[in-house]
């Protein structure tokens, strides 16, 4: 590097390109431990290419924990630790004690499988009219600073 007295240091070209790439590499592997996909489960055709769609980033945090917490222990075969428990817990009493063993389910899933996002809160909420639960699960996704909020209702598939 070479300095002139009316510019200050000159630079060579080849060094401003070289720390360039530098740079987009160093933003691009940031970048891509943000970026997240998976398969979207709806079997969509892309398009543009013709193959199987992807879900990215916040879409395919929510789709996974959504797929855990309704999932059951034993359905995954050779994981059987894998699993929330929620369905069986559909069928006893609409009371309190029920609304917290399905919130501890939920947020044991949640922190032992879901590596990408950062656990918050569970709230559930028994619904005596409709015999189910009002779900909201709040959480953020690692590397990020927004809040995600995923709302469901779950009830018996067998009913009044």
Known sequence: MAYSSTQGPSLNPDDVYASDDEARKLLNKKLDK??????????????NTGDVSFRKGRSSVRQSIMN???????EIPFKPEVGCGVKRLLF?????????RIEESITSVIQNFEPRAEFLQVNAVADNINLGYEI?????????????????????????
Do not use: A
């Open 92 to 100: 006893e009493p609409l009371d309190f004690v029920t609304e917290r």
């Open 34 to 47: 943000n970026n997240y996909s998976d398969v979207d489960l709806k079997f969509t055709k892309n398009p």
């Open 136 to 160: 909201t699960i709040t959480f953020g996704i690692v590397n990020s600073t927004e809040k995600e909020n995923i709302t469901t209702f779950l009830s018996t598939t067998r009913g009044v």
């Open 68 to 74: 855990l917490v309704m999932t059951d222990y034993y």
